[in-house]
C-alpha cells in the first residue's frame, strides 16, 4: 500500500536541482489552475457567504433556522467529502461535472458557511449601542447599517477573511483526488515516474507559501489602509 | 424510497469510522501533547527557540497537510523509514496539528492578565510552581473552547489520508461506491457520520464557550 | 501608632540606597535612599506617575531596578556587588525566597479565581514554605477570623464583594508570616462604603506591630496610622516625616500644591 512497495530499494537521493529548472513550465501550468480555483472559489465563497449572512441574521425565525442548519452541516463535514459527493454523484447521474467544477462548488459552498459567519461576528462585534445611537440622530436602520457598523466591521472582518482565504488556497490541494491538473496532482505525478520527490515536495511547499504569504502581506496592508482612517 | 445501498453497506462504513477515531485519537493526544511543550518555549523560551517555532508555525499555516502527506508516503521510502501507514498518519496529521494546538494553549496563557503572575511571584512562588498551580488550571480552561474546535478539525483532516490510500471511513466509502454504484447515498451517509461526530464536538465547544462567559 | 523613645534603637528592616529605575531614556526613579525600621508604619503619597508604586514594587522585585541596593532583612534584594564592584544578579532562589518573606497586597486584589478563598491562603504556605496542610489550613481559618471573614472559606473569589476580596488577600499575604507588608493603593478600585473595613484590618496590623510600607491616596489613614510618612514626585522623595508635621506644616512647594489640590478635593 505503501510508495515502498513500488519503489527499489536502493534509489538514490542527492538533490537534483535541474529536475526542477526542467519541469518548472509543468509546475507553472499547475500553479495558474490553483491560482485560478483559489480565486473563483474566494470571490464565489464570498458572495455566497453574504447571502447566508443575510439569512442567518434575519428578522425571519425560519430563515435564521435555515441559514444556521447548512452553516452548521457545511461546517461539520469534510470539504473532501463533499467533493466526492458532488463529483462521483453528478458524474453518476449523468450530470457530468468536471472535477475543476466539482471542487469549486465544494469549496464555496463550505467556505461561504464559515464566511458567512465571520461576517456575522463582525457585524454583532461592534456594540449594540452603536446601532441605538445612530436611531437616536433620526438614522434608519439601513442607513446606520452602511455608515457606522459596516465600515466599522470591515476592518474586524479582514484578518479571518485573509484566514479564510490561505484555508480556500491549501483546500484546492484536495482536487487532485478528482483528476484536477493543479499544483498537488502535478507534483504527484512527477513523484510517481521519478525518484526526485525531495525535489518535488521542497517546489510545492515554496510555491503554496509563496502564495499564502501574499494573501498573509495583503491582509497585513489592507489592516494598516483601515487603520488610516480611524 | 430507502436509500438500498447505504443500509447494506453502513456497517462496512462504520468499521471505517471507527479506524477514523483510533487515527483521530492519536493523532490529538500527540499534538495536544507537543502543542503545550511548544506553547511553553514559544511563551518562555530564549529566543533562538521562539524564532524555530514561529517557523514551524509559519510552515504549517501556509502548506497543505496533502503536501506533508505525500511527503511521508513519497519521501521516507527512501530514507528507509518504513512506517505502519496508521502510524505515519499520526505522526504527520500530529505534527501538523501541533503548531495549531501550541497556537491556542499559548493563546491561553497569554491571555491571563499579568496580574496573576504578580501574585504568585509575590507570594515567592518559583516558575515550576506558579505553571503547575496557578497558570495552567486557568490557561486550560481558557483553552477548552478553541481546543475542541481544533479537534473537530483535526477529524476532519483525517478524510485526507484516505488520498494516500490508508483506510479509514473516507476511503471505505470510495471502495464502496465503486462497488455499488450508488455515489450520492454513499457519501451523503459518509457525510451523516463525520457529521454525527463532529457536531456533538461543535455542541460540546459551544457549551464549554457559554460555561466560560459566566465564570470569567 | 508611636514608637516607644524608651525602646531599644530602632533596626532598620529595609534600606533602600540610590535606587533609580530607567524605562528607555524616561528615568521613573531617581537615587531614591529611605530607610524602614522594625515595626515602623510608612505611608507613600504623592501625585500619579511620581513612581511610588513603582519603587514599592522594587523592593520584592516585581519590578527590576537599573541602579542602586535595597537590603532587606540584611540580605540584598535582586542584586548584589561581587568583590570587583560590579552589579551582579542574585539567583532565583534567593529571589524567591526574600518574596516569600515579604507580603504584598495589590489594588486589584489579584486572587486565584479558581480557587476556594481557603486554598488561596493555603496554597503558598504549603507548597513554598513546606508547612504540612493541617497546620497551614489551622492559621488560614485563624486568619479568616481575624480579618472578619470565617464563613467565607469554602467560597469562590467571584462571590465575594470587592472589600471582602482584598481583606482575603491579606489573609493570604499574612499566611506567609511576612517581616514585612506592602499595600499598593489596596482601597483605590473598592466602593467607598467597602473601603472602612480594609483599612479597619490594615489599622489592626499596625498596632500589632507589622512593619508596612502603604502606597496610599487615602490622606486622613495615613495621618491616622502611619509613623512616617513620605512624599514622591517625579520620581524622587521630595520630603518625608512624621504625619503631624509633614501634613500641618509642608516644608517644600511641591508638597504645599498637592495637600491644597487634595483639600480642594476632599474637603480634609
Given at each position: 500500500?505503501l510508495?515502498?512497495?513500488?519503489?527499489?530499494?536502493?534509489a538514490?537521493m542527492?538533490?537534483?536541482?535541474?529536475?526542477?529548472?526542467?519541469?518548472?513550465?509543468?509546475?507553472?501550468k499547475g500553479?495558474?489552475?490553483?491560482v485560478?480555483l483559489?480565486?473563483?472559489?474566494?470571490i464565489a465563497a464570498?458572495?455566497?457567504?453574504?447571502v447566508?449572512?443575510?439569512?442567518?441574521?434575519?428578522?425571519?425565525r425560519?430563515l435564521?433556522?435555515?441559514?444556521?442548519?447548512y452553516i452548521e452541516?457545511?461546517?461539520?463535514?469534510?470539504?473532501?467529502?463533499q467533493?466526492?459527493?458532488?463529483y462521483?454523484?453528478?458524474s453518476?447521474?449523468?450530470f457530468?461535472?468536471?472535477?475543476?467544477?466539482?471542487?469549486?462548488?465544494?469549496?464555496?459552498l463550505?467556505?461561504?458557511?464559515?464566511?458567512?459567519e465571520?461576517?456575522?461576528a463582525?457585524?454583532?462585534?461592534?456594540?449594540?449601542?452603536?446601532?441605538?445611537?445612530?436611531?437616536a440622530l433620526?438614522?434608519?436602520?439601513w442607513?446606520v447599517?452602511?455608515?457606522?457598523?459596516?465600515p466599522?466591521?470591515?476592518?474586524r472582518?479582514?484578518?479571518?477573511?485573509?484566514?479564510?482565504f490561505?484555508?480556500i488556497?491549501?483546500?484546492?490541494s484536495?482536487?487532485?483526488?478528482?483528476?484536477?491538473?493543479?499544483l498537488?496532482?502535478?507534483?504527484?505525478?512527477?513523484?510517481?515516474?521519478?525518484?526526485a520527490?525531495y525535489e518535488?515536495?521542497?517546489?510545492?511547499a515554496?510555491?503554496?507559501?509563496?502564495?499564502t504569504?501574499?494573501?498573509?502581506?495583503?491582509?497585513?496592508?489592507?489592516?494598516?489602509?483601515?487603520?488610516?482612517?480611524? | 424510497?430507502?436509500?438500498?445501498?447505504?443500509i447494506?453497506?453502513f456497517?462496512y462504513?462504520?468499521r471505517?469510522?471507527?479506524?477514523?477515531?483510533l487515527?483521530?485519537?492519536g493523532?490529538?493526544?500527540?499534538?495536544?501533547?507537543?502543542?503545550?511543550?511548544v506553547?511553553?518555549?514559544h511563551?518562555?523560551?530564549p529566543?533562538?527557540?521562539?524564532?524555530l517555532?514561529?517557523?514551524?508555525?509559519?510552515?504549517?499555516?501556509?502548506?497543505?497537510?496533502?503536501?506533508?502527506?505525500?511527503?511521508m508516503?513519497?519521501m521516507l521510502?527512501?530514507?528507509?523509514?518504513?512506517?505502519?501507514?496508521m502510524?505515519?498518519?499520526i505522526?504527520?496529521?500530529?505534527?501538523?496539528y501541533?503548531?495549531?494546538?501550541?497556537?491556542?494553549f499559548?493563546?491561553?496563557?497569554?491571555?491571563?492578565p499579568?496580574s496573576q503572575?504578580?501574585a504568585a511571584?509575590?507570594?515567592?512562588m518559583?516558575?515550576?510552581?506558579?505553571?503547575?498551580?496557578?497558570?495552567?488550571?486557568q490557561?486550560f480552561?481558557?483553552?477548552?473552547?478553541?481546543f475542541v474546535?481544533?479537534?473537530?478539525?483535526?477529524?476532519?483532516?483525517?478524510?485526507?489520508?484516505s488520498?494516500?490510500?490508508?483506510?479509514?471511513l473516507?476511503m471505505?466509502?470510495?471502495?464502496?461506491v465503486?462497488r455499488?454504484?450508488?455515489?450520492?447515498?454513499i457519501?451523503?451517509?459518509?457525510?451523516?457520520?463525520?457529521?454525527c461526530?463532529?457536531?456533538?464536538?461543535?455542541?460540546?465547544?459551544?457549551?464549554?464557550?457559554?460555561?466560560m462567559?459566566?465564570?470569567? | 501608632?508611636?514608637i516607644?523613645?524608651?525602646a531599644e534603637?530602632?533596626?532598620?528592616?529595609?534600606?533602600i540606597?540610590?535606587?533609580?529605575?530607567?524605562f528607555?531614556?524616561?528615568?521613573?526613579?531617581?537615587?531614591i535612599?529611605?530607610?524602614?525600621?522594625?515595626g515602623q508604619?510608612v505611608?507613600?503619597?504623592?501625585?500619579?506617575?511620581?513612581?511610588?508604586?513603582t519603587?514599592?514594587?522594587?523592593?520584592?522585585?516585581?519590578?527590576?531596578?537599573?541602579d542602586?541596593?535595597?537590603?532587606?532583612?540584611g540580605?540584598?534584594?535582586?542584586?548584589?556587588?561581587?568583590?570587583g564592584?560590579r552589579r551582579?544578579?542574585?539567583p532565583?532562589?534567593d529571589?524567591?525566597?526574600?518574596?516569600s518573606?515579604?507580603g504584598?497586597?495589590?489594588?486589584s486584589?489579584?486572587?486565584?479565581?479558581?480557587?476556594?478563598?481557603?486554598?488561596?491562603?493555603?496554597a503558598?504556605?504549603v507548597?513554598?514554605?513546606?508547612?504540612?496542610?493541617?497546620?497551614a489550613?489551622?492559621?488560614a481559618?485563624?486568619?479568616?477570623?481575624?480579618?472578619?471573614?470565617?464563613?467565607?472559606?469554602?467560597?469562590?473569589?467571584?462571590?465575594?464583594?470587592g472589600?471582602?476580596?482584598?481583606?482575603?488577600?491579606?489573609?493570604?499575604?499574612?499566611?506567609m508570616?511576612?517581616k514585612?507588608?506592602?499595600?499598593?493603593?489596596?482601597?483605590?478600585?473598592l466602593?467607598?462604603?467597602l473601603?472602612?473595613?480594609?483599612?479597619a484590618?490594615?489599622?489592626q496590623?499596625?498596632?500589632d506591630?507589622?512593619?508596612?510600607?502603604?502606597?496610599t491616596?487615602?490622606?486622613?489613614?495615613?495621618?491616622?496610622?502611619?509613623?512616617?510618612?513620605?512624599?514622591?514626585?517625579e520620581?524622587?522623595?521630595?520630603?518625608q516625616?512624621?504625619?503631624k508635621?509633614?501634613?500641618a506644616?509642608?516644608q517644600s512647594?511641591?508638597l504645599?500644591?498637592?495637600?491644597?489640590?487634595y483639600?480642594e478635593a476632599?474637603?480634609l
Open positions: 500500500m510508495a515502498s512497495e513500488a519503489v527499489p530499494a536502493d538514490q542527492p538533490f537534483d536541482i535541474n529536475f526542477i529548472i526542467r519541469n518548472l513550465p509543468l509546475f507553472g500553479l495558474v489552475v490553483t485560478e483559489s480565486l473563483l472559489a474566494i464570498m458572495i455566497w457567504g453574504l447566508v449572512a443575510i439569512g442567518r441574521m434575519s428578522q425571519h425560519a435564521r433556522a435555515l441559514a444556521a442548519s452541516i457545511v461546517r461539520d463535514t469534510p470539504v473532501l467529502v467533493m466526492y459527493f458532488i462521483f454523484g453528478f453518476m447521474a449523468g457530468g461535472m468536471t472535477g475543476f467544477a466539482s471542487g469549486l462548488l465544494a469549496l464555496s463550505q467556505n461561504g458557511g464559515y464566511i458567512a465571520i461576517y456575522r463582525g457585524i454583532e462585534s461592534i456594540s449594540i449601542k452603536q446601532l441605538e445611537g445612530g436611531k433620526g438614522m434608519s436602520r442607513d447599517m452602511s455608515i457606522v457598523i459596516l466599522q466591521a470591515l476592518v472582518v479582514i484578518p479571518p477573511l485573509a484566514n479564510q490561505i484555508v488556497i491549501k483546500d484546492t484536495l482536487v487532485s483526488a478528482i483528476a484536477v491538473a493543479e498537488t496532482q502535478i507534483g504527484k505525478l512527477l513523484m510517481e515516474r521519478s525518484a520527490s518535488v515536495i521542497l517546489t510545492l515554496v510555491l503554496y507559501l509563496m502564495l504569504g501574499i494573501v498573509s502581506a495583503m491582509s497585513r496592508l489592507a489592516e494598516r489602509q483601515f487603520a488610516i482612517y480611524h | 424510497m430507502l436509500p438500498q445501498a447505504l447494506h453497506n456497517v462504513l462504520l471505517g469510522a471507527e479506524f477514523t477515531l487515527l483521530s485519537a493523532s490529538i493526544v500527540l499534538s495536544s501533547a507537543l502543542g503545550v511543550v506553547a511553553v518555549l511563551v518562555f523560551g529566543l533562538p527557540v521562539r524564532i517555532i514561529e517557523i514551524y508555525v509559519f510552515l504549517v499555516r501556509g502548506i497543505p497537510l496533502l503536501i506533508l502527506l505525500f511527503a508516503y513519497y521510502p527512501y530514507i528507509g523509514i518504513d512506517l505502519e501507514p502510524s505515519g498518519g505522526l504527520v496529521i500530529g505534527l501538523y501541533g503548531a495549531f494546538m501550541s497556537q491556542v499559548r493563546g491561553a496563557i497569554l491571555s491571563l499579568k503572575w504578580d511571584r509575590g507570594l515567592g518559583r516558575w515550576l510552581l506558579m505553571l503547575q498551580i496557578v497558570i495552567f488550571p490557561a480552561r481558557i483553552a477548552a473552547p478553541p474546535n481544533t479537534c473537530m478539525q483535526l477529524i476532519k483532516s483525517t478524510s485526507l489520508v488520498i494516500i490510500g490508508l483506510w479509514e473516507t471505505a466509502g470510495r471502495e464502496t465503486e455499488t454504484l450508488a455515489p450520492f447515498q457519501f451523503a451517509g459518509v457525510a451523516l457520520i463525520y457529521f461526530i463532529c457536531f456533538s464536538l461543535a455542541t460540546y465547544g459551544r457549551y464549554l464557550e457559554k460555561r462567559q459566566y465564570v470569567h | 501608632m508611636s516607644d523613645p524608651l534603637p530602632a533596626t532598620p528592616l529595609i534600606e540606597s540610590g535606587l533609580t529605575k530607567r528607555g531614556t524616561n528615568e521613573v526613579l531617581h537615587q535612599s529611605l530607610t524602614v525600621t522594625k508604619t505611608a507613600v503619597i504623592g501625585p500619579s506617575g511620581s513612581g511610588k508604586t519603587m514599592l514594587r522594587c523592593i520584592n522585585l516585581l519590578e527590576e531596578f537599573d542602586g541596593e535595597i537590603v532587606f532583612d540580605q540584598p534584594i535582586g542584586y548584589r556587588r561581587d568583590p564592584g551582579r544578579r542574585l532565583e532562589r529571589i524567591a525566597a526574600s518574596r518573606n515579604i504584598i497586597v495589590f489594588q486584589f489579584n486572587l486565584f479565581p479558581h480557587m476556594t478563598v481557603l486554598r488561596n491562603i493555603m503558598a504556605p507548597r513554598v514554605k513546606g508547612i504540612d496542610r493541617a497546620t489550613e489551622r492559621t481559618r485563624d486568619l479568616l477570623d481575624r480579618v472578619g471573614l470565617a464563613d467565607k472559606a469554602g467560597e469562590y473569589p467571584i462571590r465575594l464583594s472589600g471582602q476580596q482584598q481583606r482575603v488577600a491579606i489573609a493570604r499575604a499574612l499566611a508570616q511576612p514585612l507588608m506592602l499595600f499598593d493603593e489596596v482601597t483605590s478600585a466602593d467607598p462604603e473601603v472602612g473595613e480594609v483599612l484590618v490594615i489599622k496590623l499596625a498596632e506591630g507589622m512593619t508596612m510600607v502603604l502606597v491616596h487615602e490622606m486622613q489613614f495615613a495621618r491616622d496610622v502611619a509613623d512616617m510618612v513620605v512624599f514622591m514626585a520620581g524622587r522623595i521630595v520630603e516625616g512624621p504625619p508635621t509633614l501634613f506644616n509642608p512647594d511641591r504645599r500644591t498637592f495637600l491644597r489640590r483639600h476632599y474637603l
